[in-house]
């Protein structure tokens, strides 16, 4: 399973990573914004997509546009700050298919990788 | 710092900021953290090796500073990152910022104001700085105590 995160905090993006790897999850890409990001994703297949929302250069949201935009179907989990629920819904509306608030316990973020990562 | 105390009438405004520092603290890294001091300031003078600053722009305008030692920033950073960086490197700014960025998600999230919009984080080190907020800003200091020694919590909203 190959996983895109994608974050402007390298902090986030290790603490998101170790939980991946908690998971069994260690073929990890990395990038630091929405624009690098999708540089990645047209390079390679992944099977999942983690991405934050306030990013420069490129914010998740646009990022998940350009996603859905060549029709892709992965998965994306926006892991953000933005936790109103008009935001959410926003997100939603551009593509995410799941969504989880910072800050965030551990387990919670695992129960969320539980249901993309096969057993 | 000059400092006014806090009276009961101003006392329910930080709250929000109050809640999101020990909901970031306890979800990221499970501490219970005690608030030791609450005040009204008129400027804000760092007395911390390291702070973490984000503006709020839209409806609520205004910035919200995070800071903290070396030792406490080493010792957050290894809870967060399993290891323990030994100066004020890339990793440790980075780290200040984001628990920045999420202290003020949370307290934006808490005033439901949907209005809001944060900026994106800025470090700073060194001791013995000023920070000049809008003289139209309410200033308060939030002093917490962690597991691994104190922090504050400063911000000037209008």
Redesign the interface.
Known sequence: MKVLVVD?????R??II?SLNAVGVTDVVEAGDGEEGFVQFQAQPFDLVLTDW???VRNGLEFVTDIRRTGSKVPIMMI?????R??VILAIQAGVTDYL?????KE?LRAKLDKYVPV | MSTIPLTPAVSQLPTPFIESTRAVFSAMLGAELGLTDTCRCRRFHSPFDVSGVIGFSGSIKGMLVIGMDKPVAFAIAEELLGYRPTDIDAEVFDMVGELANMIGGNAKERMGDANVALGLPTVVSGQSYNIVFHSDNQLYLLCFETPWGPISVEFGLK
């Open positions: 402007d905090s390298g902090v986030m290790k603490i170790r306030n990013m420069p953000t700050t933005e936790g109103q008009s935001q608030v910072k800050p965030f316990e919670s």
